[in-house]
Every structure is written in structure tokens, then in C-alpha cells.
């Protein structure tokens, strides 16, 4: 997998570009998008699951030192944690939502990042999904970069980031992605 | 029903307190919630339809000159529109999501919302939701104005305001509403 689409708000680039936390966070991400499956079945629309498309994402970044399921304190009373999280230097934290839920879902990870942001709690935040040509192929209704683009303007005052990642491959040769039974559902009970 | 917790911005405050366009269109809401059923079914929950709960809100805002299903146009390639709209003198534009989906779904009312005063589109906004008991009632998983308050501080920049609404009576005694086929599967499909 790589990142085919990406947006960029004006204070992450300034920090990507000036602050060497800022770069070591997006370098571990890019790196750790490069482990996800490079091909998937195209045979059938909606026919591969999301849950195994993104482990080996979060396994890389584990063995970075990024730990996933971080609550956030202003969400403490009722509220899911961010996806996947580092504390660079105990002083940079950086948060990521690799959003594989429904439309709807995709603007709730987006409002947790910025809340995280507004709290303090986050110094940069990164937006991860499918862009729309590699999303037919996934679970239905998985939200997909273009659907959320028109949104970006929200963030762009912010420390943020967006990708749309997408394989190298797209082939009726390669298995399946098995679907689980806690993609989208799972992110259905997050609030 | 009446409004039974609110939130307004500084920004709204300010609107409702010197403008006469803002006050109108804030007064117009009250009333038309106050056409809303006052009394909900609470012998089991989950057991109303939210469909019948908002139509008499839309009604009463209609014969005010309000409309329904505005689209934005920052929305217009590829978006849904805003339940109901009025522009007050052809000067002072208003918004409301009247929300019954489920707690995502709120926060894609809340971006739109959020986009069309961005955009210029909107000066007021208003999100609208049943306060968390009268949710229990209502059709499974509908959000609700205690859920989404965390997330206040993502609006407190911007001339919004965000209204849980409540019944005045609770019984076994009164009809449950019907549930339509058009609750949250209509809601699901909006981008």
C-alpha cells in the first residue's frame, strides 16, 4: 500500500518541514502504510474485509513504539479512544484514526482528532482511509478520501493531516481479505 | 416538546441579543418545537419512530416560510442537504439539522453545519437532538444532545447552537409513534 492522495494543512507542513519529531511521525506512518497488502482481489465489488487490511499497519508501528487504543482525557466520561498514538520525545504526541467505518464515521474520527488537537492533547493528527477506487472493493460503505475531501477545509487551521492510501495491484489472481466481524461494527459503538 | 438543555456560542449569544433576524429565526425554532408531541410512550424502549416525532417541527417551521432539504453549495457535487433553511430578509441565512441518526451521524450534521458557515452560506446554526432519556425511546441507537457535548468546544468559534429537546410527559398511556422505513436508513445514506 501507499499514499495515493494526501492533504496537508499549512501548520503540519510547517512542522514536517521544521520540526524533526514532526518528520521522524510521518516517516514511521509512511513506512508503516508500505507493510499493508500491496494487491487485492478485484473479482467482486465488496468483497474483501478491512480488519487484516490494516493489522499489519498497526504491527509496524508497534514495533516503532505507537500504542493503539489511547484514550483521550477530554472524551474520559464517554467517548472511544484514538486508533493509534506516540508520544515523540514525551513531548511531540501525535495521533492517528485509520478509519474503515462508514461515511458518517469518518467525520466522528475526524472531530475526535480535532478535539484532541483543541485539548492539547494531540500535536499532530493524521486522518487515514481508502481512496474511493480501492474502497468499491472493500466492505460496504466504507468511507473513502474523496467523500471526506469537501470537509478538509475544517482542518485546515489545524495541525492535520489526510491520506488516502490505495495497492500497487489490483488483480482477480490474489485471495480475498477475509471480513470479520468487528469492522464497521466495531466502529459503530464508538462515540 | 421544549427545549430542555441547550448550548449557545458566543458568536450565537451575540447574534440573538442584537439582531433582530437572529432573534426572529431562534423564535420561530421554539415555537415550532413546541408543535412537537408532548408526550412520548415509555412502557418499552426503542419502541418509537422518529419520522412522525420531527414532521409537526417541519411543518410549523414551513408555514413560517422555512424549507426543507437545502443543499450547500460547497456540498454540490457530492453531499447531502440541510434538513430546513430560511434566508431571513434575503440577508440572514439559518440553518437546522433536526438529527435522528445514530451518534456518527450527528457529527456529519455537525461538519455540514459547520462547513456551510465557512462557506458563507449559513450565518446561524442549530443542531437538533433528543436529550439522552427521551432517546431511550426512540428508535435504536438515535444520538442524543448529551453524547454529542464533548464535542461543543469544536463549535464554540462559530455562530452555532445545539438543542436537546425533551417531551413534557413520559407514559404507558399515549400511542408509540410508527417507525417509518426511512429513520436511520435514510440518514446512512447521506454524505
Known amino acids: 500500500m501507499h ?4 492533504f496537508h494543512s499549512l501548520k503540519a507542513k510547517k512542522l ?3 520540526n524533526p519529531l514532526a ?3 510521518y516517516d514511521e506512518i509512511k513506512e508503516a502504510i508500505s507493510a499493508m497488502t500491496r494487491a487485492i482481489n478485484n473479482a467482486a465489488k465488496k468483497s474483501n474485509g478491512v480488519s487484516l487490511l490494516k493489522e499489519p499497519f498497526y504491527q509496524a508501528l508497534e514495533t516503532k513504539g505507537w500504542s493503539r487504543e489511547k484514550p483521550l482525557e477530554i472524551l474520559s466520561v464517554k467517548g472511544g479512544p484514538i486508533d493509534v498514538f506516540k508520544s515523540f520525545s514525551n513531548s511531540f504526541n501525535v495521533g492517528i484514526e485509520v478509519e474503515t467505518g462508514n461515511a458518517a464515521s469518518s467525520h466522528r474520527s475526524l472531530n475526535k482528532l480535532l478535539l484532541g488537537i483543541c ?8 486522518l487515514m482511509m481508502p481512496i474511493h477506487q480501492l474502497s468499491v472493493y472493500l466492505t460496504d ?12 477545509r475544517l482542518v485546515e487551521q489545524d495541525p492535520f ?3 488516502g492510501f490505495d495497492v500497487e495491484e489490483y488483480s482477480s489472481d490474489v485471495p480475498c481479505l477475509p471480513k470479520g466481524t468487528d469492522g464497521n461494527s466495531k466502529r459503530s459503538v464508538k462515540v
Chains 1, 2 share one sequence.
Open 161 to 163: 493531516i489526510v491520506i
Open 119 to 126: 485539548n492539547g492533547e494531540l500535536d499532530l493528527a493524521i
Open 3 to 6: 499514499i495515493e492522495k494526501e
Open 23 to 25: 518528520k521522524e511521525a
Open 16 to 18: 514536517i518541514a521544521r
Open 141 to 152: 460503505r466504507v468511507s473513502n478520501y474523496e467523500e471526506i475531501s469537501p470537509y478538509l
